[in-house]
C-alpha cells in the first residue's frame, strides 16, 4: 500500500482534495458516486485487529448508527440495510473490489443499489499511537442536492454518520463499547431477556 498522504505533504484525507485526486489517491478506480466524503480517526489498537474486525462486515452494524443490518452473501459480497430519512430504508449489495491484508478495504455497490457508493477504508501503522483509520467514500444521494439536504436536516447525511461511525469504531475498539447516554437496541434486550 503506498501512502497517499505523501504526495499531498499532509495528514488530510483524500477526500479533502479535488475528486479525481481524491478518488485516484484512495484506490477507487471506477468510483460510484459524484459526493466525496472522507474522515480518519487514530484508534489504540494494531492494524491487524481493526482489520479483521471490519472484514467481517456482519460487525459493522455494531457500530454504524444507521445500518439497519448487513447479510453477509459470501466472501466479496453483502447485503446492506440502512435507515434512510421519514422512516424509509435503503438497500444495496456491496462488492469488495479490492483488499489487502491488515491495509485496506475497498468495496462498490452493484447495479440496482438504491444509493450508488464506492469507498475504501485503511488502516495505517501510526507506531505507539495504533493505527490511522480513514474512511473515503462516493455516493449519489438519493434525490439529488434536495435529498442531500433532508438527509442532513435529519442527521442521517453520509458525511455526518462517517464522523460518529468512525468515532463509536474507536470507542468499541479501544473500551470494548460505545459510550451512550441512552440504552441502544441490543443492550435493552439483553435487560429484558
Given at each position: 500500500?503506498?501512502?497517499?498522504?505523501?504526495?499531498?505533504?499532509?495528514?488530510?484525507?483524500?477526500?479533502?482534495?479535488?475528486?479525481?485526486?481524491?478518488?485516484?489517491?484512495?484506490?477507487?478506480?471506477?468510483?460510484?458516486?459524484?459526493?466525496?466524503?472522507?474522515?480518519?480517526?487514530?484508534?489504540?489498537?494494531?492494524?491487524?485487529?481493526?482489520?479483521?474486525?471490519?472484514?467481517?462486515?456482519?460487525n459493522l452494524a455494531t457500530f454504524m448508527e444507521n445500518v439497519d443490518r448487513i447479510d453477509v452473501l459470501d466472501g466479496k459480497r453483502s447485503h446492506w440495510v440502512v435507515k434512510a430519512p421519514g422512516g424509509r430504508t435503503v438497500e444495496w449489495d456491496a462488492l469488495v473490489t479490492d483488499e489487502a491484508q491488515d491495509q485496506f478495504i475497498a468495496w462498490a455497490s452493484e447495479p440496482g443499489a438504491?444509493?450508488?457508493?464506492?469507498?475504501?477504508?485503511?488502516?495505517?501503522?501510526?507506531?505507539?499511537?495504533?493505527?490511522?483509520?480513514?474512511?473515503?467514500?462516493?455516493?449519489?444521494?438519493?434525490?439529488?442536492?434536495?435529498?442531500?439536504?433532508?438527509?442532513?436536516?435529519?442527521?442521517?447525511?453520509?458525511?455526518?454518520?462517517?464522523?460518529?461511525?468512525?468515532?463509536?469504531?474507536?470507542?468499541?475498539?479501544?473500551?470494548?463499547?460505545?459510550?451512550?447516554?441512552?440504552?441502544?437496541?441490543?443492550?435493552?434486550?439483553?435487560?429484558?431477556?
Amino acid at each position: 500500500m503506498t501512502d497517499t498522504n505523501v504526495a499531498h505533504g499532509d495528514d488530510a484525507p483524500p477526500a479533502s482534495w479535488k475528486k479525481g485526486d481524491a478518488i485516484a489517491a484512495a484506490g477507487i478506480g471506477d468510483g460510484k458516486g459524484e459526493t466525496v466524503i472522507g474522515r480518519s480517526v487514530t484508534i489504540n489498537r494494531p492494524a491487524a485487529e481493526l482489520f479483521a474486525y471490519f472484514r467481517d462486515f456482519a460487525n459493522l452494524a455494531t457500530f454504524m448508527e444507521n445500518v439497519d443490518r448487513i447479510d453477509v452473501l459470501d466472501g466479496k459480497r453483502s447485503h446492506w440495510v440502512v435507515k434512510a430519512p421519514g422512516g424509509r430504508t435503503v438497500e444495496w449489495d456491496a462488492l469488495v473490489t479490492d483488499e489487502a491484508q491488515d491495509q485496506f478495504i475497498a468495496w462498490a455497490s452493484e447495479p440496482g443499489a438504491d444509493v450508488a457508493n464506492s469507498g475504501r477504508i485503511e488502516f495505517r501503522d501510526a507506531g505507539a499511537r495504533g493505527t490511522v483509520v480513514t474512511a473515503t467514500i462516493l455516493y449519489d444521494p438519493p434525490g439529488g442536492v434536495i435529498g442531500k439536504i433532508i438527509a442532513k436536516m435529519f442527521q442521517r447525511e453520509p458525511a455526518i454518520q462517517a464522523r460518529r461511525d468512525l468515532r463509536r469504531f474507536k470507542q468499541l475498539m479501544e473500551t470494548g463499547e460505545i459510550a451512550t447516554a441512552a440504552m441502544n437496541t441490543r443492550q435493552r434486550e439483553e435487560e429484558l431477556a
